[in-house]
T-cell receptor, first 110, second 115 residues
Framework: GQQVMQIPQYQHVQEGEDFTTYCNSS?????IQWYKQRPGGHPVFLIQ?????EVKKQKRLTFQFGEAKKNSSLHITATQTTDVGTYFC??????????FGTGTRLKVLA | SAVISQKPSRDICQRGTSLTIQCQVD?????MFWYRQQPGQSLTLIAT?????????ESGFVIDKFPISRPNLTFSTLTVSNMSPEDSSIYLC????????????FGPGTRLTVL
């Protein structure tokens, strides 16, 4: 079946270091969304990418959608302790639903 | 945007019993979904709650085990039936206010423990 994998599974960084998580789908996606889930919390929408090769920025966060629309990345510049949490991509396959990626858990050491 | 509440927030249940989880949205939404999330794991879609008709279940989930209702555009319930310890998980409701490709807003989740 369709799968959306993320790497790495875990990442520990020192505060101020950069962080990147990669999302790979086994099938072409119509669009992709990114969510952040704080420890003990629920997923919160960050952004949606639709176009092939699209790049969007939100302050220190940069999101990219691959040319083939099968992969995506999230890059955080100069991480802060508030960035702690699990980051999920969610791929849209052209129906009404999304498939969530396996997630990357980020820890930021002060 | 949409604000979603869920009840109960957590429960501890005995094997063989059933629990109904309620999901209330503060505005009318087009799509409502139910997910399951094991601690430290990703989200698995259980079903799409359709207003006024039967829910659409994903592979591995059946109506007899997870009956879902959606009587209107702001409310849905998920029942976990004949529970076993394997059903222990966090159950999340989500809603989308726009077309099928729009943002999903999630409820705070229901943490279920089955003894």
């Amino acid at each position: 079946g369709q799968q959306v994998m993320q790497i790495p599974q875990y990442q520990h960084v020192q505060e101020g270091e950069d962080f990147t998580t990669y999302c790979n789908s086994s099938t072409t996606l119509s669009n992709i969304q990114w969510y952040k889930q704080r420890p003990g919390g629920h997923p919160v929408f960050l952004i949606q990418l639709v176009k092939s090769g699209e790049v969007k920025k939100q302050k220190r966060l940069t999101f990219q959608f691959g040319e083939a629309k099968k992969n995506s990345s999230l890059h955080i510049t100069a991480t802060q302790t508030t960035d702690v949490g699990t980051y999920f991509c969610a791929g849209h396959l052209g129906t009404y639903k999304y498939i969530f990626g396996t997630g990357t858990r980020l820890k930021v050491l002060a | 945007s949409a604000v979603i509440s869920q009840k109960p927030s957590r429960d501890i249940c005995q094997r063989g019993t059933s629990l109904t989880i309620q999901c209330q949205v503060d505005s009318q939404v087009t799509m409502m979904f139910w997910y399951r999330q094991q601690p430290g794991q990703s989200l698995t879609l259980i079903a799409t709650a359709n207003q006024g008709s039967e829910a659409t279940y994903e592979s591995g989930f059946v109506i007899d085990k997870f009956p879902i209702s959606r009587p209107n555009l702001t409310f849905s319930t998920l029942t976990v039936s004949n529970m076993s310890p394997e059903d222990s998980s966090i159950y999340l409701c989500s809603a989308s206010t726009g077309p099928s490709t729009d943002t999903q807003y999630f409820g705070p989740g229901t943490r279920l423990t089955v003894l």
